[in-house]
């Protein structure tokens, strides 16, 4: 499976911005699908994701400002972002994995975010 992400850019504090994930190259389209971030000098972060079954799961920088939705159809996945902080700024990637393991799976390139004061 290739996943390819799109979407980043830069925008002031208290824009909003939607990314996208493209999956291709596989059949299977349920996975598990999450959204991790790594700003510079930060370790990778979980951000959201979707779980098999619907479960939609965010981390608390995350909550009540993102949200995550996928289009089984399309076969795409989306983090609409709104009230950014410079904080949020860093490079997201989408993943892919059967059962939310991130160790494992299907990883997209990324996707630049910068978020100005």
């Known amino acids: 499976m290739q996943l390819t992400e799109s979407g980043g850019g830069s925008v002031q504090a208290g824009g909003s911005l939607t990314l996208s994930c493209a999956a291709s190259?596989?059949?299977?389209?349920?996975?598990?699908m999450g959204w991790f971030r790594q700003g510079p000098g930060k370790e990778r972060e979980e951000v959201a994701r979707?779980?098999?079954?619907?479960?939609?799961v965010y981390a608390e920088s995350a909550q009540g400002r993102f949200a995550v939705s996928k289009d089984n159809a399309e076969r795409t996945f989306h983090l609409q972002m709104a009230s950014l902080k410079p904080e949020d700024s860093a490079v997201y990637y989408c993943?892919?994995?059967?059962?939310?393991?991130?160790?494992?799976?299907?990883w997209g390139q990324g996707t630049q975010v910068t978020v100005s004061s």
């Open positions: 190259g596989y059949k299977h389209w349920n996975y598990c």
């Open positions: 993943a892919a994995e059967w059962a939310c393991r991130w160790s494992s799976g299907y």
């Open positions: 979707i779980e098999r079954d619907g479960v939609t």
